[in-house]
């Protein structure tokens, strides 16, 4: 299975990412570099929509770690939205839930962003 992206831009200072698919070693290499430069172009917050991911390994959660350490040293944030139970638990093991923030809706990371 492989994961495709989409970008969208909500605000001036928000874009939302809606990855779909499965989040493994593979498909986040096929992905990486294009999703590190959307990241690069833009020095805003960032919402990465995680509700169509069904699987996320370890290798997903790097390429997500190397974007918000992107966006911090930017001026900018990432934060993810809806991961499914299995995602949140990889999240929260990994505890990168402690780096960056994680919302159950796009609607509560609108308004932690003050939308």
Do not use: W
Not at 87 to 114: C, H, N, R, S
């Amino acid at each position: 299975m492989s994961v495709t992206f989409t970008e969208e831009q909500i605000t001036d200072t928000i874009c939302k990412i809606s990855l779909d698919g499965t989040l493994d070693a593979p498909s986040a290499m096929s992905i990486e570099d294009e999703f590190k430069a959307i990241l690069m172009a833009k020095s805003a917050q960032v919402i990465v929509d995680l509700d169509n991911i069904d699987y996320m390994s370890s290798y997903g959660l790097r390429m997500l770690l190397v974007g918000a350490k992107t966006l911090n040293s930017k001026g900018g944030g990432l934060h993810l939205v809806a991961p499914n139970e299995h995602v949140m638990k990889v999240i929260t093991v990994a505890g990168y839930d402690q780096m960056f923030p994680v919302y159950e809706t796009l609607k509560d990371a609108l308004q932690a962003l003050g939308q």
